[in-house]
């Protein structure tokens, strides 16, 4: 094991690289996973079946209201153009068409209800969709969504990505306290730039006392309560989450470049979610 962690170090130099706007490759800390705790496997899906997402995993959120971010697709439910399962991979795909007064389809699957989690490491291999107007994302809402609202429930961006900046993968959280409305956000920035081409591993080790940001087996962020305050506002994350997959079309921040009306289709490609307690 130590060896295969050794070499996947030195695979991760190769690949990974931190570009001076970002953490200097020499700040990251790379002996995050040896010091992790003995976890075991308590959920995954494997994206086996070819079929519409399992449903016993999987909900849809559907609808075309820009999702608090002027984002131009209408999210469809079952619907296998936009969400699908097929050889070993769950593709979520954002297309250009007219639906429901909209120009695009896509998918925003979630976990909200079906399975949740509080703590442990959530890790998402995935490829994601170049080109400008493309955001995919793989992130995490706190369950008391509906009864506390956004930001006081808490939201855990393990990755997101726009294609205008294609190669920069972004790890955020956001709190009341700490938020995108606020521009006061806790987040860093990743250069890993075939996220187009190859499956990276993103991943968060979420803990009583933090959360680390992963690319593959590299740490590149972390987030503490010592740090950001022990009080709900500050920290929101001691109670379960859930997990949601989408891909946006333009948006206040996708959008922020306009969008390549030439390039559709384009989609995200999952090979696996992994939850480890
Ligand atoms: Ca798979």
């Known amino acids: 094991m130590k060896s295969l962690l050794a070499f996947n170090a ?6 990974l690289i931190f570009s001076n706007d970002y953490i200097p490759f020499s700040q990251v800390t790379r002996s995050g996973i040896d010091s992790l705790p003995t976890r075991q496997l308590v959920w995954s899906d ?3 079946d070819n079929s519409l997402p399992d449903t016993t995993n999987w909900k849809y959120e559907v609808g075309g209201n820009g999702w608090g971010n002027n984002e131009l697709q209408y999210y469809t439910a079952r619907r296998a153009e936009n969400a699908r399962v097929e050889n070993g991979k769950l593709i979520i795909e954002a297309r250009k068409e007219v639906y429901e007064n909209k120009n695009y389809t896509s998918a925003r699957l979630l976990t909200r209800g079906k399975v949740e989690w509080k703590h442990g490491r959530i890790e998402v291999l995935a490829k994601l969709p170049s080109g400008r107007g493309t955001w995919p994302a793989i992130w995490m809402l706190g369950s008391d969504i509906q009864a506390a609202g956004w930001p006081r429930c808490g939201e855990i961006d393990i990755m997101e990505h726009v294609g205008f900046d294609e190669g920069i993968v972004h790890g955020t959280v956001h709190t009341e306290t700490y938020n995108h409305a606020k521009k006061t956000q806790k987040g860093q920035q990743v250069q890993v730039k075939d996220v187009a081409q190859a499956f990276h591993l993103y991943a968060i080790e979420w803990t009583a006392e933090k959360i680390d940001f992963f690319v593959d087996k590299q740490k590149y962020y972390t987030v503490e309560k010592a740090v950001l305050g022990e009080n709900v506002a500050a920290w929101p994350f001691e109670q ?6 989408n891909v946006a079309v333009g948006g206040n921040w996708g959008g922020q470049k306009g969008v390549d009306e030439t390039i559709w289709p384009r989609h995200m490609e999952v090979d696996y979610v992994r939850v480890y307690q």
């Not at 030195?10 to 690949?15: G, K, P």
């Open 10 to 15: 030195l695979l991760l130099a190769t690949t």
């Open 46 to 48: 494997e994206f086996n």
């Open 240 to 245: 379960p989450f859930y997990l949601i997959l």
